[in-house]
């Protein structure tokens, strides 16, 4: 499969960023993502395709750029709409749309009511995975910080059960990655 360089990323990013603060606030929250994958990966010593997770994370969050006050649930249906018109493969535009919690079930959008088109957007691949785990460990509320293991679990509590024992098992699975203070 042919990926986009980090530097025809980086502009992709630049391309559809609506402000400066925009571009700097998401692509660097991208470049954290793919360290921590980074080193969840280097830690577990996966035998996987390290290019799709480093593209993956760089480009996982890009539909937040055209939220537009939609709900910001829709980032991840948004950011696969755009790489799949821009013609990306399918395997590296649901990275987007398969990294929205410990993932979405149909159930889930159905319960909730959430603004996406049913289906089931769950990491399939060690890859999407991994970038969806280590996304758990950063945010980019304001200011951007990084989150514990134990911060998320707690989090992630509110939807349920099932969704925190979930992440109980990608913590076991992979272990912590180290945070900076």
Known sequence: MNLPT????????????PTRAAFELV?????IVCDL?????KANRLSVDGDLIRAGALLHDIGVY???GSAYIRHGVLGYELLRSLDFPETLS????????????????S????PIPPGDYLADTVEEELVMYADKFHSKTNPP???TAAAYQSSVRRFGTAKAARFTDLVARYGEPDLPA
Request: with cysteine; charged share 25%.
């Open 94 to 109: 649901r990275f987007c749309s398969h990294h929205t919690g410990v993932g979405l079930t149909r159930e889930d959008i």
């Open 145 to 147: 910080t990084f989150v």
């Open 27 to 31: 692509h660097t929250h991208c470049q």
């Open 111 to 114: 319960d909730q009511n959430l």
């Open 6 to 17: 980090d530097s025809e990323i980086r502009d992709l990013h630049a391309q559809y960023a």
């Open 37 to 41: 994958a980074e080193q969840v990966l």
């Open 66 to 68: 055209r939220l537009e």
